[in-house]
């Protein structure tokens, strides 16, 4: 069975510093998807990135990107330039999509993410 | 825009009681799904649906039963309200596009349940 681990319950971090938030996970499977949702106080899911596994390049959107370490089985998050807007909840989720299953999400447990000005 | 809806925001419910959650797509997807939050825990499955009237049993299905009458409807149903189901309720929604794709799901605003 497949588990994710945010070993991080609450961080906080200085508005425009750069903070990493880890997570790690557990399967067999070779081939799958890694997220980050965040999840701000109006309690709106959103996604934030999202990696390949069969893609060695980290993702980036803007000011968050992944490291992404296939064999360590590693998916960290990383803030640049850390504004108020961050502030919120953030789960790393696991998906190991299977036709007609829509691609279940397993979920880590969160790390809270304080931005201060 | 997606747009997944459910039915309240806060609820408030007695032991014993019969509890419906209803969550509402509008993308014409597929794929839905009924995840409870507690702190400390994330998100866990409860049920899914990757058709109407199909279900599938999630993580931690034990005590709730669902319906999908219609495809952009589905349903979270608790027979017998218990203290232990107070959380965080979220609906969520995805298309399938073939085999080993990838398909991004799409949250609901949730709905906090207090069983008294």
């Known amino acids: 069975a497949q588990t994710v681990t945010q070993s991080q319950p609450e961080m906080s971090v200085q508005e425009a510093e750069t903070v990493t938030l880890s997570c790690t996970y557990d399967?067999?499977?070779?081939?799958?998807?890694l997220f980050w949702y965040k999840q701000p106080p109006s309690r709106q899911m959103i996604l934030v990135i999202r990696?390949?596994?069969?893609?060695?390049q980290n993702a980036t959107e803007n000011r968050f990107s992944v490291n992404f370490q296939k064999a360590a089985k590693s998916f960290s998050l990383k803030i640049s330039d850390s504004q108020l807007g961050d502030t919120a909840m953030y789960f790393c989720a696991f998906m190991n999509p299977r036709y007609n299953q829509g691609g279940k999400l397993i979920f880590g447990q969160g790390t809270e993410l304080s931005v201060k000005p | 825009d997606v747009k997944v809806t459910q039915s309240s925001r806060y609820l408030v419910k007695r032991t014993g009681e019969k509890v419906f959650l209803e969550c509402v797509q509008d993308m014409d997807h597929e794929n839905m799904f009924w995840y409870r939050q507690d702190p400390g825990l994330g998100l866990r499955l409860i049920y899914f649906s990757y058709d109407v009237k199909m279900k599938e049993k999630g993580d931690i299905p034990e005590g709730y039963s669902v319906s999908r009458e219609k495809k952009e409807r589905f349903s979270l149903i608790l027979e017998s309200a218990s203290t232990n189901q107070t959380s965080m309720y979220l609906c969520?929604?995805?298309?399938?596009?073939?085999?080993?794709?990838?398909?991004?799901?799409?949250f609901g605003p949730g709905t906090r349940l207090t069983v008294l």
């Open positions: 399967t067999s499977e070779n081939n799958y998807y």
């Open positions: 969520a929604s995805s298309s399938t596009r073939g085999a080993f794709s990838y398909n991004e799901q799409f």
């Open positions: 990696q390949e596994a069969y893609k060695q």
